[in-house]
């Protein structure tokens, strides 16, 4: 039996301001061309079962597009007769009972088994059960369903979990839900368990018939580094399996770090970007930029605009400057924010005018002024 584990595709997420030559958020498309290319996959390989372990859809009520894009691309699969379960995460379950399930649209499929709700379901296909343990948010009726979860005897048991199993793999999100630890002992009568939420392919150390396959596109940049794809899943006649992850093409994100930036020229800090910018290849590719311990002058000299024209052909510029506050010694993160503008200017000024203390205070005063403003 070949099965084919995929999860946290996030139909419909969007990020920054490009937009593609069809007038859709390019990110948005990246996501769509992550998911096309699994189809692509199982298309090819002809799996026997396909699972998704949860956040199908970024959103309760995704949008037209992302909802008939997926439709679309699931009927490709049904096409093939192929039968694919997938499971509710806490992206796409409702938040309240005044929104409708959205997984629910997919049952119009004739091959396609969501579940959704507050309940676990099971479906056997040959020698495998699946079973599909959706993301409740109502604990009481999650424990409900946890304590009547039972393996099939005779039957290799595959569970589907949307979850941080232990607190690990927990993504900082509203609405996710470590495993309770109570019923942790009870996985071990699952052959495999079908992990769902945390971004990075993984197998759990403490449960090592427990995998995550990851995302299948980067959404931050804790995912700088990791690829993404899917598993899959061979199952031996005696009842042993094999794991491998493949990989798929995604957009690059790549990470420049800069530490203890004050020590530097503002000239060197140039000659260190520039030759990351020659080491590297950029084109199309999320740059996060991180600067620890600037000053404030230098991150003037070194803005967003000079960024760009050192990386003329990437996708996007992230740039976080952490300063360097030289009376405490301590360090705060500054964003891309205007919340302090007043401040950026009257350090510059005293940068600018070291030796006339007087002139200084007057154009910070009148800056000040003027910020208060406006
Ligand atoms: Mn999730």
């Not at 958020?25 to 079962?49: G, H, L, M, T």
């Not at 109570?182 to 018939?209: S, T």
């Not at 000024?349 to 000040?368: I, N, S, W």
Request: aromatic share 12%; glycine share 4%; charged share 25%.
């Amino acid at each position: 039996m070949h099965i084919i584990h995929f999860s946290d595709t996030h139909l419909g997420f969007q990020a920054y301001d490009n937009v593609d030559d069809n007038g859709i958020n390019a990110r948005e498309q990246d996501v769509y061309d992550a998911f096309e290319r699994i189809v692509d996959r199982i298309c090819a390989e002809k799996p026997d079962v396909v699972i998704h372990s949860g956040d199908f859809f970024h959103r309760p009520s995704p949008s037209n597009r992302a909802l008939t894009f997926g439709m679309e691309q699931l009927r490709r699969v049904c096409d093939l007769d192929i039968p694919l379960v997938v499971i509710s995460g806490n992206h796409e379950t409702p938040k309240t009972v005044y929104t409708s399930p959205i997984l629910r649209a997919l049952r119009t499929l004739h091959c396609v088994y969501p579940a959704f709700g507050d309940v676990w379901e099971k479906w056997t296909f040959g020698d495998v059960t699946v079973h599909a343990m959706p993301h409740i948010n109502d604990y009481r009726k999650l424990f409900e369903e946890l304590e009547k979860l039972q393996p099939v005897e005779g039957s290799f048991n595959i569970l589907m979990l949307h979850t941080s199993l232990g607190k690990r793999y927990l993504m900082e999100e509203y609405g996710e839900q470590v495993f309770p630890p109570e019923f942790e002992e009870k996985l071990q009568g699952f052959q495999y368990v079908a992990l769902g939420h945390w971004h990075n392919y993984q197998q759990v150390n403490l449960h090592p018939n427990a995998w995550y396959s990851g995302s299948t596109e980067r959404f931050s940049d804790t995912e700088i580094g990791a690829e993404k794809g899917f598993i899959n899943l061979k199952l031996a006649a005696d009842g042993t399996f094999t794991n491998t992850f493949e990989a798929i093409p995604t957009r690059p994100w790549l990470k420049f770090e800069s530490h203890h930036c004050h020590a530097l020229s503002v000239d060197e800090l140039r000659e260190k970007i520039k030759s990351f910018a020659v080491e590297n290849d950029t084109r199309g590719a999320i740059m996060t930029l991180v600067f620890n311990d600037i000053r404030v002058e230098q991150s003037l000299e070194i803005s967003n605009q000079h960024l760009r024209e050192i990386f003329p052909h990437c996708f996007q510029l992230l740039p976080k400057r952490r300063m360097y506050n030289e009376k405490s010694h301590a360090t705060r993160w500054e964003a891309q924010s205007f919340d302090s503008l007043d401040k950026l200017f009257s350090a510059y000024v005293r940068e600018q005018y070291r030796d006339d203390e007087a002139m200084a205070q007057k154009l910070a005063q009148k800056a000040a002024s003027f910020f208060n403003q406006h």
